[in-house]
């Protein structure tokens, strides 16, 4: 039985003649194997919504090239493109690269993205004055961030500095209030 149909696998079908007044003439209910005849088209109808959509189809189709991927090649490509590469190498080579969508491009938005942390995480740290923004102490949670930029977020504010970092690589504007972002993150605690 399909799990759509409910407990009794029984579905609710508007019989498609009109009476003379114009109105439906009856309801009735029918079992799933009767249902596919009548709809054939219920399948579609009640299938499982993922919220990917559109994204999927991208990726699907990206990965369906009749070029043979190489892991090296990509790996040395992307060096090349990105002038912060050795830069970050040489910060620390632990890092985690993401990208994803978001609908702003203000500090608290992309930090909290980068890093993974709750709103309230993001807005204790800013009241006790932790966040840099390339090095200089954050006035406005609502600052915009552009590429190359490194958000900081201050652990440990002794002789040398302990904290996290994410710096932005990419931004793309998808549509008008929709922006895919390349970061590059370190998640774990780092000398600043």
């Not at 009640?46 to 189709?61: A, L």
């Not at 807005?123 to 390339?134: E, H, I, K, P």
């Not at 040398?160 to 390349?182: A, F, H, M, T, W």
Request: proline share 4%; with cysteine.
């Amino acid at each position: 039985m399909h799990p759509c149909w409910g407990l009794f696998g029984l579905a609710l079908r508007i019989s498609l003649y009109k009476g003379p007044n114009g109105l439906l003439k009856s309801y009735s209910y029918v079992n799933r194997i009767s249902a596919q005849k009548t709809f054939p088209i219920y399948l579609i109808s009640f299938q499982k919504h993922t919220g990917r959509g559109r994204n999927d189809t991208e990726r699907n189709s990206d990965s369906s090239d009749d070029e043979p991927f190489d892991d090296d090649y990509e790996n040395d490509e992307d060096e090349l493109e990105d002038p912060y590469y050795m830069e970050d190498m040489t910060f620390s080579p632990n890092f985690r690269q993401i990208s994803s969508n978001v609908k702003s491009l203000r500090f608290d938005k992309i930090i909290r993205v980068g890093l993974d942390i709750t709103r309230s995480v993001a807005d204790n740290t800013f009241f006790s004055s932790r966040f840099r923004l390339n090095g200089a102490k954050l006035l406005k949670m609502g600052t915009t961030v552009y590429v190359g930029d490194k958000l900081d977020m201050i652990i440990d504010d002794t002789e040398e500095p302990v904290g996290k970092r994410v710096r932005v690589l990419d931004i793309k504007q998808l549509r008008q209030n929709n922006y895919k972002i390349s970061l590059r993150c370190w998640r774990n605690q780092v000398r600043l």
